[in-house]
């Protein structure tokens, strides 16, 4: 027979197949609970001007009445076209799958005017509702005229719905909005992947009502949250067991924060997550806070990069809080700022240019608040410019990290104590690893640097690769002591090499005013004439002084002491072309001889 045009009646010549034998058909082989919404009686549209809202709605709600137990439910197909919706789907049966063709050619549109609801898909206390293959947009590119209205809200403890190749375009509202029961029945097991939103207003928000109730088990991946215009990308709130892989967010200027996790939201990780702001963005990349008075814990990010936000990470509140090689940079106002929370770990992360547009108070790491517990390891810093790598107050630990730079960087390996002595067992490790790398110690007010290993044979090395190893008093003091002070009957131990003590040579009329004590223990003065020596300048307790005198050839010349000097008997002088060394030790008021008084040799 000849092939048909049409679905009216198909005949071989001695029967008629009309479209109830089709229908009859198709349930066969695919079940009664397919339907086509271009199909009757639903007849809808598709093209972008016809209100379509109540022929899929009826769709829903027939393929809703499909089934039962495990098999309850249907799928509603829509071909390809632009299907204009004026007020909510609302699904509230099970198993309900919404299928377009493919996100790029099906999509479901709010107008400009004319629309009324909370959200275009109203998925309403369902389980294993299935959305896939669709384009949500408005009308206009621009969200904000467009119909005010979340995209998708599952809501009142929704159960195993699934996402699926699902893009959002010009939303005046969330992308997707989870929320729990009000008398406490969570939201549970949703799983999105293959998903695209772009200049929407608000990506996606996971939301609990109190303490005692989640969203729980969201599972996300490959998802691109880009550009939302007037809020968060991603805002999880009081939500558990979250789990995220290849997602990227960012916001606009004036927007909320790309990632922003607060209130009692407890394990969610992320591996591989692209956080940032568009050029201007002046708000946290990523906002880890408390919030209701509940803080949230075991937040973990693995890899990625957080970038072009001010600053890249903020910390005020929250508990065992990780982030393992992450990429920070290219952020206003620093890297990571911690003015909060508690046990903070960042390991092997990688920060680069968190300079942009600020003063040389800017830190890769700042820990702004004395009561986190932190710890900074095995991590590269390599801002230039006036970014310093690590500020931090009591309570961090610092270790096995590397600092590059570019040459004029200010004060780049710096970090800072602000009080009182380490924990028990104190770790500090800096790398200098630029041309001329300079590593400061600096204590705050009357604080110390305490530098103790630990433990039987441990030592403490430090090994320049060429040059020497100076211990240099430095600050606002104008006399600073350096104390090497050994344990117990230790001692201070030098090796096959010899101990030096700094010579200085003064003139003898240096000699006779006063030499400055400071500029070297060993003072060395050829005598021409006789020479009256004048008490020492700048003098420490507990500090010695040698004076190796030389008569010159003409003669031998008196010498004789200041009154500072005790020990001294008369005066003294040698024969032309000896020498004789006197050495003091200054005990807060005067200099005595130490030992017997010298004589004069050749």
């Known amino acids: 027979m000849a092939f048909p045009t049409t679905l009216d009646t198909i005949t071989d010549g001695t029967t008629v197949i009309t479209a109830a034998h089709v229908k009859s058909l198709q349930n066969i082989l695919v079940g009664s609970v397919w339907v086509n919404v271009k199909g009757a009686p639903y007849n809808a549209v598709g093209d972008g001007v016809a209100d379509d809202t109540g022929a899929i709605q009826a769709a829903i709600t027939a393929v809703s009445t499909g089934g039962s137990g495990p098999y309850a439910g249907g799928v509603v197909f829509l071909p390809p076209g632009g299907y204009k919706l004026t007020a909510p789907l609302t699904i509230t049966g099970n198993g309900v799958s919404l299928v377009g063709s493919s996100q790029f050619n099906t999509g479901l549109m709010i107008p400009t005017s004319g629309w009324a609801g909370a959200a275009m898909v109203d998925v309403n206390g369902a389980t294993n509702v299935s959305i896939r293959d669709l384009h949500f947009y408005g009308q206009s590119s621009t969200y904000s005229s467009n119909g005010a209205a979340d995209a998708i809200d599952l809501r009142n403890g929704t159960d195993g719905t699934t996402l699926d190749g699902v893009s959002f375009f010009y939303i005046n509202g969330w992308c997707l909005n989870i929320t729990p029961k009000a008398d406490g029945t969570t939201s549970f097991a949703t799983y999105v992947q293959n998903i695209h939103a772009r200049l929407c207003k608000q990506g996606f928000y996971m939301k609990g009502g109190s303490t005692s109730f989640y969203s729980v088990g ?45 209130g009692r939201s407890t394990a969610i990780y992320f591996n591989a997550a692209d956080s940032g702001g568009a050029s201007g963005f002046t708000q946290p990349g990523v906002l880890i806070e408390t919030f209701g008075g509940n803080s949230p814990k075991y937040i973990k990010f693995v890899g990625g990069t957080l970038s072009l936000a001010t600053p890249g990470i903020s910390i005020t509140g929250g508990t ?283």
């Open 320 to 602: 065992h809080i990780a982030f393992e090689g992450v990429d920070i940079s290219n952020n206003n106002g620093g890297g990571v700022i911690v003015s909060g929370g508690d046990l903070v770990q960042i390991l092997g992360c990688s920060f680069n240019l968190n300079n942009t547009a600020v003063s040389a108070t800017t830190y890769d790491i700042s820990v702004t608040s004395g009561t986190p517990r932190v710890l900074i390891v095995d991590n590269q810093f390599d801002s230039a410019s006036v970014t310093k790598a690590i500020n931090h107050a009591a309570n961090v630990r610092a270790f096995n990290n590397r600092f590059t730079a570019a040459a004029g960087n200010l004060g780049l390996n710096q970090l800072f104590a602000t009080s009182g002595a380490p924990g028990a067992n104190p770790t500090l490790g800096i790398d200098g690893d630029d041309a001329n790398p300079f590593i400061t110690l600096a204590p705050k007010g009357t604080g110390g640097v305490y530098v103790a290993p630990v433990g039987i044979g441990d030592y403490l090395q430090i090994s320049p690769q060429t040059g020497l190893v100076e211990l240099l008093g430095q600050g606002g003091s104008a006399n600073m002591d350096v104390k090497l002070t050994p344990k117990g009957a230790g001692n201070v131990v030098v090796g096959a090499g010899n101990l030096r003590r700094l010579r200085q040579t003064p003139t003898e009329t240096v000699l006779v005013s006063g030499v400055d004590a400071t500029l070297g223990s060993l003072v060395g003065v050829t005598l021409t004439a006789a020479r009256v020596v004048g008490a020492p300048l700048n003098p420490a307790t507990g500090q010695r002084l040698s004076f190796t005198l030389i008569q010159s050839g003409a003669g031998a010349f008196a010498v004789t002491w200041n009154a500072a000097f005790k020990g001294i008997t008369g005066g003294t002088s040698g024969a032309t072309g000896t020498r004789a060394t006197f050495s003091f030790v200054y005990d807060g008021t005067n200099w005595t001889l130490d030992g017997a008084q010298p004589t004069w040799v050749a």
């Open 218 to 262: 969201f599972n996300a991946s490959n998802v691109i949250l880009d550009t939302m215009q007037g809020g968060e990308g991603l805002l999880i709130d009081d939500a558990t067991d979250c789990v995220f892989s290849s997602f990227q967010a960012q916001c606009n200027p004036g927007a909320g924060n790309p990632i922003h996790i607060r």
